[in-house]
């Protein structure tokens, strides 16, 4: 059970292309936004779908696949862990982000076409 104390898998689908860097050390760096829906029923009966949104990151290998393989829309599978993080923005607001490492992606459905 140790393993699983930070570990998150989300099925979903990509709010857009992969924003793909590459870092002075030749590393590279995907950020990217997956979108998951839970529909259920309210009480009166109507079907109600939520959307939440999460944003990721990839690095490494991870990061060349998703430039690869990802584009808008397809459906994937990932599994990473959360991460929290802050900064100082222009105005000297400190802001948080939580945001999900990933540490493995796996395309769902059709072949992305890009």
Excluded: C
């Amino acid at each position: 059970m140790y393993a699983l104390k930070n570990k998150v898998q989300l099925i979903g689908n990509l709010g857009g292309n992969p924003d793909v860097k590459t870092m002075e050390s030749g590393k590279k760096l995907a950020r990217f936004s997956v979108a998951t829906n839970e529909s259920y029923r309210n009480a009166k009966g109507e079907k109600i779908t939520e959307t939440q949104w999460h944003n990721l990151v990839a690095w490494g290998k991870v990061a060349e696949i998703a430039e690869k393989f990802l584009a808008k829309g397809s459906e994937v599978a990932v599994e990473g862990k959360l991460i929290n993080r802050s900064y100082t923005d222009k105005e000297g607001v400190k802001k948080y982000i939580t945001e999900i490492q990933v540490s493995e992606v796996l395309m769902l459905g059709d072949k992305a076409s890009k």
